[in-house]
């Protein structure tokens, strides 16, 4: 079975601040990892990625997140947070299957952002 | 914006009643899912579909049924509503390009059961 773990429900930052989303993972083979964004009263938008290759992988917006298998963590960051960051954002994992790519997501971390 | 539509957007319905959410996409995409939105909880998949008449169970399929006859709808089915299915229903398209897979999401259903 794959999970997926996001410390912190709620994560608060100063304009203009590094922004950290943590995220980890445990999957019996080697991972899809997805993050994606929710603004209020909107569906969820995929910001970026991590299906092999490069680790560190960009994505919209300014965001990246580093695929760190001895660690099975796929954290989310941006160097410099903006009002219109705050959102909620997910994490998800997803495994192949005869079924399609199902993902299994986190419980979300809302993003504020503060003057 | 993968051409995913949802209607309705907003419904309040009665415990008991049978509900039926649409999901319609433009694209011609072979996989769809249902999801079910709850704080503190994520979105967990309810059921799948892998094609025309082709589906499957999620995590959390108890108390809905899908169907798919046409492959542009998948529609999510409540056969008798309760208030544990109060929640906001996503549904999501698969793509495959030469980086992987990916699904796109649908704007949302919300759904109230009072």
């Known amino acids: 079975a794959q999970s997926v773990t996001q410390l912190g429900s709620h994560v608060s930052v100063s304009e203009g601040a590094l922004v950290l989303l943590r995220c980890n993972y445990s999957s019996s083979v080697p991972p899809y990892l997805f993050w994606y964004v929710q603004y209020p009263n909107q569906g969820l938008q995929l910001l970026l990625k991590?299906?092999?290759?490069?680790?560190l992988v960009k994505g919209i917006n300014g965001f990246e997140a580093e695929f760190k298998k001895s660690e099975t963590s796929f954290h989310l960051t941006k160097p410099s947070a903006h009002m219109s960051d705050a959102a909620e954002y997910f994490c998800a994992v997803s495994k192949v299957t005869g079924g399609g790519n199902k993902l299994t997501f986190g419980t979300g971390t809302q993003l504020k952002v503060e003057l | 914006d993968a051409g995913i539509t949802q209607s309705p957007r907003h419904k309040v319905t009665e415990t008991g009643t049978p509900v039926t959410l649409r999901c319609h996409q433009t694209e011609n995409h072979r996989y769809m899912y249902w999801y079910r939105q709850d704080p503190g909880h994520g979105l967990r998949l309810i059921h799948y579909?892998?094609?025309?008449?082709?589906?499957d169970k999620g995590e959390v399929s108890d108390g809905y049924s899908v169907s798919r006859s046409k492959t542009e709808d998948f529609l999510l089915t409540l056969e008798s509503a309760t208030s544990s299915q109060t929640s906001v229903y996503f549904c999501a398209i698969r793509t495959q390009d030469t980086t992987g897979d990916e699904q796109y999401f649908g704007p949302g259903t919300r759904l109230t059961v009072t």
């Open positions: 991590y299906t092999t290759g490069a680790t």
């Open positions: 579909s892998y094609g025309v008449k082709d589906t």
